[in-house]
């Protein structure tokens, strides 16, 4: 027979008391919060909002681009015609015995397929072409109206692949799933499938893990480092999930697209590029929250952030950069596989447990929660609407 709460006695409520308490307390430590949503004080703090606004690595990714576009392409085939390399090279000065600086260099096999890769009188325009049209706009003034852009720029050459037709609506629910260790025997693969839309990032591993990733993709997002490997590859092939599953990524380094007009020559689905200025969103948000985060922890003021952070190397992650995503393109979004409790592997199919120094993971699980609890306080979404967020542990 079951007992009522009134028959329990003191100290067995105690102890469940104690239970829900402990709890509360792992999921919260799963993202590793300082404080509770109640206990800080959240505000938009205006000189912090200054500092993130400029990128220090501006001035060198500005020389990086204007040597580029200058650039002379160079192809030559070796090991018998196998392999192809191409290089873009400058030459500094007008002295000939000064060697010419090597700007990017890619060797690639070469398969018996027409137009693979693309001849270098044809692969050179499309170089410039496709960095200079990236370039001019990111050094465009940023707009708030570029999340509520993602619909045209990501959805719709999506939906047209996909034979579904051009809809202006957000897909209903989106899930992306993300690396962590915290995975394993979570038994999510069934939630994660159920949704419209799979995210998944950076090629990650699914199969043999199907019970706690799930198997379906919708869109693989990646850095454009992932690409550089996949150039490596016959027929450039960077399709974990299949040759029709499109690819989003973010230009980690201008050079990056040499990679993207020789894989794009042969992708089938749509290998797309995220816009810059939406890559700027993404930086400025996460670099308002590493600096608030160092202010409050430290008591110094965030002018001295750059003695605990390179800022020259300081980048949002590819997780953060996907949600943020996920909320131009969906009605609500669901996120699986962030996150870390002691012991869980960084990635949930390697061995993998330290985390790369160029993120801040702290500050963006700091954003998430605001996200979740104070949307309306993010720096720089001022306007924009973000959809209903439920994290899954």
């Keep these: 027979m079951k007992r009522s709460l009134r028959s329990l006695s003191l100290p067995l409520l105690f102890l469940i008391l104690l239970a829900c308490l402990a709890l509360r307390s792992a999921v919260t430590r799963c993202f590793n919060y300082q404080s509770n949503p109640e206990d800080r004080n959240i505000h938009i703090d205006a000189t912090i909002l200054s500092i ?83 370039a001019r706009y990111h050094h465009a003034q940023l707009p708030y109206s570029i999340m509520s852009e993602l619909i045209q720029r990501i959805k719709r050459p999506i939906e047209i692949f996909n034979g579904r037709g051009d809809s202006s609506e957000p897909y209903g629910t989106c899930a992306v799933v993300g690396n962590s ?3 394993l025997g979570s038994n999510h693969g069934g939630l994660i499938d159920s949704h419209e839309f799979v995210i998944r990032l950076n090629n990650a591993r699914v199969v043999g893990y199907e019970r706690d990733v799930g198997s379906k993709t919708s869109l693989s997002f990646v850095n454009s480092n992932i690409l550089h490997l996949c150039t490596r590859r016959v027929g450039c092939h960077c399709h974990p ?60 003021s965030p002018t ?58 702290e500050a963006e699980y700091m954003t998430y929660r605001d996200l979740i609890k104070h949307p309306e306080m993010i720096p720089f979404l001022s306007g924009f609407r973000v959809p209903p967020l439920v994290f899954y542990y």
């Design 52 to 134: 993130s606004s400029h990128d220090p690595a501006d001035s060198s990714l500005q020389t990086d681009i204007s040597d580029l576009l200058k650039a002379s392409l160079e192809s030559f085939d070796t090991i018998g015609g196998k392999y192809r390399t191409l290089s873009l090279w400058r030459r500094i000065g007008s002295d000939d015995s000064v060697r010419p600086r090597s700007l990017a260099r890619i060797r690639l096999p070469i398969r018996a397929q027409a137009h693979y890769p693309p001849e270098r009188q044809v692969l050179l325009p499309l170089f410039r072409h496709s960095l200079a049209t990236w």
């Design 181 to 183: 260790g915290i995975l």
């Design 241 to 300: 999930y299949g040759d029709n599953v499109p690819i989003a990524m973010y230009m980690c380094q201008p050079r990056h697209f040499l990679d993207y007009v020789v894989c794009n020559s042969s992708h089938k689905a749509p290998l797309l590029i995220t816009d810059p200025r939406f890559d700027n969103l993404c930086a400025q948000i996460t670099r308002y929250y590493s600096l608030k985060r160092f202010a409050d922890l430290t008591g110094l």
């Design 304 to 361: 001295r952030w750059n003695e605990t952070h390179d800022p020259t190397t300081f980048h949002y992650s590819s997780g953060f950069q996907a949600v943020m995503l996920a909320f131009g393109i969906c009605k609500r979004v669901s996120v699986f596989g962030f996150g870390k409790i002691k012991g869980a592997k960084h990635h949930y199919f390697t061995n993998q447990k330290a985390e790369l120094k160029l993120h801040d993971y």
